[in-house]
């Protein structure tokens, strides 16, 4: 955990001492703040017999997801179903079977729907003893956390960690070099797995490079068209690395756990149930395509509005950090020609795009729109 350090004396208290144990948890904390992992090594520190050593048996199947007592929940479509929650509640309330605590671990509390969120609120209302809920939700959506499950965790906020203090952790512990360290922990935004894959990989650097030229590229309906092109491509292209190797092994396992070929009676029903098998696979891949996809495109366009924030930072002339200080130059370009209130105009019309995408607004008409603005300035 980078630059938590409340929340880790917090959560160091509450593992040494059972007594006080509470039994729903709620980590917020903005995207990247690294809520999940929070989550994790906590579920190990209650599991572990030395209180969270890192080294045990109980700490390291907790950290690497095979503890048979620490279930994780990350909702791969677009929510989490009520009978996915009602399965995970019953396994909740049994007594755990190796572990200290039956933990269960819900990655993005605020995409359970209203159903899945009333079967989850029976089980926070009156959890079984050794039963441990440990939510999680982006500190810009808690609301989306029903008032009656947030009313009964006791919260854990996480802070943006700093850029040195990302920058050390890159350096130190995955052994980047100190310079590419500071530029990804400078540009990431507080995200510290964002500047890890903007160390690494070339490829998420030439993305982000092509977000950021859009701006100052818009000189017509045809850099307009051409830069939504680049948006959805390269969104889909990203779900495509993510989701397709991944896709393929997942038809190949059903493919041999349905059997080929084969005579006789049962057969018609067997491949009945292969096609209805098929079917729930292909959905479950799509859904997972559409959020990934979502994801990629939510990414640039927060990179976006970093850029017109800091144009307008400029324009204002306030002193705070730049968002992408390695765009310093076209940010001073961009104050030079656009006004304070054309410069607020674009950065709105990003956060609309968000905003629209999330309401499930087509991303080529939503991108289109924003685009439209962003060139025109009104
Ligand atoms: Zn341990």
Redesign the pocket.
């Known amino acids: 955990m980078v630059g938590q350090d409340r929340a880790v004396a917090e959560l160091s208290a509450a593992a040494t001492d059972p007594t006080a144990m509470t039994h729903a948890w709620l980590f917020t904390g903005p995207p990247g703040s690294g809520r999940s992992v929070a989550a994790r090594a906590f579920a ?1 520190a209650l599991q ?3 209180n ?5 048996q ?2 390291r199947t907790v950290m690497a997801g095979t503890h048979s007592d620490v279930r994780e929940v990350v909702p791969e479509g677009l929510s989490i179903s009520v009978s996915e929650m009602r399965a995970l509640v019953q396994i909740a309330a049994r007594r755990p079977s190796s572990g200290r605590w039956q933990i269960v671990v819900i990655a993005d509390a605020d995409r359970l729907t209203e159903g899945a969120s009333n079967a989850l609120l029976k089980a926070v209302e009156e959890p079984s003893e050794r039963t441990v809920f440990l939510l999680c939700a982006p500190s810009d959506h808690p609301d989306d956390v029903p008032v009656t499950i947030r009313s009964r965790c006791r919260l854990v906020p996480l802070r943006t960690p700093p850029p040195d203090a990302i920058a050390d952790v890159l350096a130190s512990r995955d052994g980047i070099d100190p310079e590419t360290a500071a530029w990804a922990a400078s540009v990431c935004g507080g995200h510290v797995g964002r500047a890890r894959r903007l160390a690494r990989d070339d490829d998420a650097r030439r993305r982000r490079e092509q977000v950021l030229r859009i701006p100052l590229s818009l000189r017509g309906f045809g850099e307009v068209f051409a830069a939504a092109d680049d948006l959805i491509g390269s969104a889909e292209a990203e779900a495509v690395d993510m989701t397709g190797s991944r896709n393929q092994a997942e038809r190949e396992a059903l493919a041999t756990a349905m059997g080929a070929g084969g005579t006789g009676k049962g057969v018609a029903a067997a491949q009945r149930g292969a096609k209805a098998a098929e079917r729930e696979l292909e959905r479950k891949q799509k859904s997972r395509a559409t959020r990934t996809q979502r994801d990629a495109l939510d990414r640039a366009l927060v990179d976006l509005a970093g850029f017109y924030r800091d144009v307008l930072a400029v324009r204002v002339g306030a002193s705070v950090a730049a968002t992408h200080p390695d765009r310093a130059a076209d940010a001073q370009r961009a104050a030079s020609s656009w006004t304070p209130e054309s410069t607020l105009i674009r950065l709105e019309a990003v956060l609309g795009c968000r905003e629209a995408l999330e309401s499930n607004v087509k991303p080529r008409i939503a991108v289109e729109a924003m685009l439209t603005v962003l060139y025109r300035g009104a």
């Open positions: 190990a572990c017999p030395y969270g050593c890192g080294q045990c109980a700490c």
